[in-house]
């Protein structure tokens, strides 16, 4: 079974910018969820989408948002982009629903904002 | 709020020798704990949970965690460390009130030849 992909690797960016990042998910798995990762703050959750439907969000700005598919491939996009935003954007799938499913992790998009 | 601390940023080790990379937690309710590790630029992968159940809980790689309910902990053991086993390691529990991992600030290790 092929693994979460996420696209692209890498991106720069600059200041003011905005930037959108795809993760799609283990076939079969309907949960996304979506984690920053920076040197100061450690991995943080951004959002959680399951059926197309947000479920949870963490405490990041409005600038950050997402959205999943019909097919539960998932995107990310952050607006006026911030020099704090550099970081490994991580996308996670899981078969969620009920019980206690781990989560399954991409590779991440280095995001550099300059 | 679910939290998990590891208290040690960096744990040295030689290779053959055993390992423990430690965890503690603070939870309402049952505690969902899993550790992953992280090898640079990759993702995290996941080595192993528990949920219920046997307290040594065995994962992947030979890694096994060890879940002590009167000291909150769930250290991450093996017993015979490898070169190849030096990495990022991450300590989490699952809010139960969302479905999102709250994790640790990872422990660095490093394991000398």
């Known amino acids: 079974k092929a693994g979460v992909t996420q696209t692209p690797r890498y991106l720069i960016k600059t200041r003011g910018q905005q930037v959108t990042l795809s993760c799609s998910p283990i076939?079969?798995?309907?949960?996304v969820s979506w984690y920053q990762q920076t040197p100061g703050q450690g991995l943080q959750f951004l959002f959680e989408?399951?059926?197309?439907?947000?479920?949870n969000k963490g405490n990041f700005p409005g600038r950050f948002s997402g959205r999943q598919f019909s097919n539960s491939r998932s995107e990310m996009n952050v607006s006026t982009l911030e020099l704090g935003d550099s970081a490994l954007y991580l996308c996670?799938?899981?078969?969620?629903?009920?019980?206690?499913?781990?989560?399954?992790f991409g590779p991440g998009t280095r995001l550099t904002v300059l | 709020a679910q939290s998990v601390a590891q208290p040690e940023d960096q744990v040295n080790v030689a290779e053959g020798n055993p390992l423990t990379v430690k965890c503690t937690y603070s939870?309402?309710?049952?505690?969902?704990l899993f550790w992953y590790v992280q090898y640079p630029n990759r993702g995290l992968q996941f080595l192993l949970k528990?949920?219920?159940?046997?307290?040594l809980v065995k994962g992947s790689y030979g890694f096994e965690a060890e879940f002590n309910k009167s000291q909150t902990s769930f250290h991450l053991k093996k017993p015979s460390a490898l070169v190849s086993d030096s990495a990022l390691y991450f300590c989490?529990?699952?809010?139960?009130?969302?479905?999102?991992?709250?994790f640790g600030t990872g422990t660095r290790l490093l394991v000398s030849p």
């Open positions: 996670a799938s899981s078969l969620a629903g009920t019980g206690v499913w781990e989560q399954f």
């Open positions: 076939s079969g798995h309907r949960s």
């Open positions: 989408y399951f059926s197309e439907t947000q479920r």
């Open positions: 939870v309402s309710g049952n505690p969902y």
């Open positions: 528990y949920i219920t159940g046997d307290n």
């Open positions: 989490a529990v699952r809010d139960n009130d969302f479905q999102k991992l709250v």
